[in-house]
């Protein structure tokens, strides 16, 4: 029996039959990436048509024409007008001797720069979609810094999007362990930051993994205040992983913000950029996740990077590198923070060195944070609207924050998991402010569940323990100790235990302000005792007709 395919299933097939490998050539003045004349195929002949969307482009180093048009010390090119493609690969970047088309000079340069955008063309939205995959990776023994979607005297209503179907990758295994291989790659300009200069697009995305392997640093300068970017319209999304792979040459780096503050030509005082990343999650043995926002004159002035994460279904993934808020501390005091917010339904476990201050909040999924930071950080408010947080770590520490901000989300309770290591030696919160309530909080209805793992067997029968502890009093929230609630049962002994709570809100001393706990008998129910009793004489019953 014949087979009889589908349109889509031709239609794919096509494509594929119809894909086509160019190479950049760099011999067009302008560089306009939507030309025939920009490329060429393997053989080294020109380009029978301009890229579409079958088309694998490949940027080699040891292909391209040695008298390029060069911007500031850069190789320029621009991708204009909504170009799609199938795949694109940056490789063997490298420095190269190069004549500018324009003054004859003669420039050493390994730095790369697909703009987005012409200083001549303002008003034409630029998107750039590639449906599989980008790969960018340096010459052996390079040191290379290049970028990747800058923009130019764009208006907030042409900001360019830039969208990548498959994986994203930065740096090679065949290179990682060779040294002096390096690679940065900026999405965006780093360093100017705002409409009216060069900037970076409003929207990135990339539809699987990034992968990050050996001395490689992917930074980003995406969204603008003119086009703000919000919890349901992000900056950056990341569908898949963020994978981090060290190598001898070095270890990979994830910028969530590069912006430089500045008060130059085209840099305006006082733009923040608060990106909103949504992230499939992270993991890796090494690693920095980290802010940029070098200072100038002015200072950092602040800016805040969130990170919602958005864990799959039976998603357990662990990363082990460093999270910082920034590189350093400006003068005032002043630094760009990050926040991470759980929405998803996996498990994301951060156990390296965690010094981020601006915040954690939950809404679903699992986040478990530890820290091997030689002083604990104040992370900020802890938010618990749903999910589950703990402690990724099997040794119990103080973990340090401001508030306790506790709702619900559509109704569902949020957990804290508590670590103990022994009857002395379990997780606690220090909280510098006070327990509060917020909007989705309901009174009667609302719980904050407190969970124990480990050792918790070790807490019975030694009294009252105090979890959490508060500077400022909270009184004015109303808390109740009915509000905190615990799932976990403990059997010891053939008896059931459980823990039950009282909070103190430190009116009467500041000092008490904070959670208690206590292990005690779980009593049945009256009606459980009624159906026990119940079988109990049912059985005696049986009992007594069976002799």
Excluded at 429 to 457: C, P, Q, R, W
Aim: with cysteine; glycine share 12%; aromatic share 10%.
């Amino acid at each position: 029996m014949k087979k009889i395919l589908s349109i889509s299933t031709i239609l794919a097939m096509s494509t594929i039959a119809g894909a086509e490998t160019l190479y950049y050539n760099g011999v067009n003045d302008d560089s306009l990436w939507g030309l025939a004349t920009t490329w060429i195929d393997s053989d080294g002949n020109p380009a029978s048509a301009a890229p579409s969307d079958s088309s694998d482009l490949i940027v080699d180093f040891d292909r391209v024409n040695a008298d390029m048009r060069t911007v500031y010390g850069a190789i320029r090119t621009t991708a204009i007008n909504n170009l799609t493609v199938n795949s694109l690969t940056w490789q063997n970047i490298k420095t190269l001797t190069l004549h500018d088309k324009s003054s004859g000079a003669e420039t050493k340069s390994s730095q790369f720069r697909l703009a987005m955008g012409t200083w001549q063309s303002t008003d034409r939205p630029v998107n750039f979609t590639i449906l599989n995959d980008f790969k960018a990776s340096a010459a052996a023994g390079s040191n290379v810094s290049n970028i990747f979607g800058a923009c130019e005297l764009n208006t907030p209503s042409t900001m360019p999007k830039i969208v990548i179907g498959g994986n994203f990758q930065l740096g090679d295994v065949a290179t990682k362990d060779v040294a002096g291989t390096y690679y940065k790659l900026d999405i965006g300009n780093n360093g100017c930051q705002t409409v009216g200069g060069y900037t970076g697009p409003q929207y990135f995305e990339v539809g699987k993994n990034v992968n990050l392997i050996g001395a490689t640093s992917l930074t980003f300068n995406v969204g603008n205040d003119s086009v703000a970017p919000t919890l349901e319209t992000p900056s950056v999304m990341i569908k898949g992983v963020v994978n981090f792979e060290g190598g001898t040459s070095g270890n990979p780096i994830f910028v969530l913000n590069s912006r430089n503050i500045g008060s130059g030509t085209g840099n305006p005082s006082g733009v923040k950029n608060n990106p909103v990343f949504f992230v499939g999650g992270f993991n890796g043995n090494v690693g920095q996740i980290s802010n940029f926002t070098r200072s100038s004159a002015i200072g950092y002035l602040g800016g805040l990077s969130t990170v919602v994460l958005k864990t799959a279904d039976n998603a357990d993934y662990t990363y082990w590198g460093s999270i910082y808020d920034d590189d350093t501390t400006d003068a005032q005091g002043q630094r760009a923070q990050i926040k991470f917010i759980s929405d998803g339904n996996g498990i994301q476990r951060l156990s390296g060195k965690n010094a981020f201050s601006g915040g954690i909040t939950m809404l679903s999924g699992t986040l478990l944070v530890g820290s091997n930071y030689a002083s604990e950080q104040n992370h900020g408010d802890l938010t618990i609207r749903g999910g589950k947080f703990g402690n990724s770590r099997t040794t119990a520490r103080t973990w340090s924050a401001t508030n306790l901000v506790i709702g619900s989300n559509n109704g569902i309770n949020g957990t804290i998991d508590i670590y103990v290591n022994s009857s002395s030696d379990f997780d606690k919160i220090a909280f510098s402010g006070a327990a509060i309530k917020d909007e989705s909080f309901v009174d009667g209805m609302s719980k904050l569940i407190i969970d124990f793992s480990g050792n918790a067997s070790t807490l019975i029968g030694g009294g009252e323990f105090k979890i959490f502890s508060f500077e400022s009093t909270s009184d004015s929230a109303g808390f109740q100790s009915s509000d905190f609630i615990s799932s976990t049962i403990i059997e010891k002994d053939g008896l059931n235990y459980t823990a039950q709570f009282r909070f103190d809100d430190g009116k009467t001393l500041v000092s008490d302000a904070g959670l208690y706990a206590t292990f005690v008998q779980v009593v049945p129910e009256p009606a459980t005792i009624s159906a026990i009793l119940g079988a109990f004489a049912f059985a005696i019953a049986v009992y007594r007709k069976l002799k």
